[in-house]
């Protein structure tokens, strides 16, 4: 029996991906060895850390007025700046993935800035439109409006440096799709919000999932744009990552590593919602592909 001979392509593709098993030994015992360095090893010191004293230190710590105070004000913050995004993501995703207009390129240059700027800069730049010499401070002050040292600065800073999470990651998934089932869709008499609710959106969900738990974990997680606008007025202004800085600083080492075991925990989360999430997109699409071809086979 002849052997087949295979492509050429075939071939070097073979080749360029058959290392020595020694090769990737090394390869995978680096990547776990990195790994298990800088991620395991500081996450198992965290809760190591939080639970050293006993659990009624650890439930102590995190049921004091000034922790309830920043886990409160924590969760305000995503509710409000979560959703604010999502509308804007969807929104700015749809309008760049479907249309053409003038300025596409600069509003996609936009929406990457908050990645390009210091989240210490981004603080800075509202200290600078709402403080009391600031561009808008003395109408502010005048108006008795408070923004900065208070929840809408906190939420404002918030918004600006997670904003572009939900957006960047609809926009690939929207171009990838086109636009031939919302030409379809509008062919057949669909109206704007139809096409919507019945077309874009179950197209986006897995995406559209995946950045609001990304944008969420990044807005309960923030800290430096948070630091310079918040204030640090302990049981007002100070969100969890904040309250922790205090605590450390005041060497109450227990009560900071239980509240960072919470930002911890909220991190474990997030990696686990986010591969159930691919999970659940991969199998619909092998559903889906299973069923496309069965249609052509029939």
Sequence with gaps: MSAVALPAPVVARRRATAE??????????????????FLVVPLAAVFTEAFRKGAHVYL????????LSAIALTVLVAAVAVPANVIFGVAAAWAIAKFEFKGKSVLITLIDLPFAVSPVVSGLIYVLLFGLQGWFGPWLH?????????????????IFVTFPFVVRELIPLMQAQG??????????????????WRVTLPNIKWGLLYGVILCNARAMGEFGAVSVVSGHVR??????????????????????????SLLA??????LLVKSLIEWRARREEAQAKISFEHGQVI
């Design 142 to 158: 005048a108006h008795n409006i408070k923004i900065l040292f208070a929840v809408p600065g906190i939420v404002l800073a918030t």
């Design 179 to 196: 636009t031939e089932e919302e030409e379809a869709a509008r062919v057949l008499g669909a109206s704007g919000w139809q096409m919507f």
């Design 235 to 260: 049981g007002a202004t100070n969100t969890m990552p904040l309250y922790v800085e205090i605590l450390y600083n005041e060497y109450h080492f227990a009560a900071a590593f239980a509240v960072a």
């Design 60 to 67: 102590a710590a995190l049921t004091e007025p000034d922790a």
């Design 20 to 37: 020595p098993a020694i090769v990737r030994g090394l390869l995978i015992g680096a990547a776990l060895c990195f790994l298990g360095l």
């Design 265 to 270: 925990s909220l991190a474990l989360v997030t």
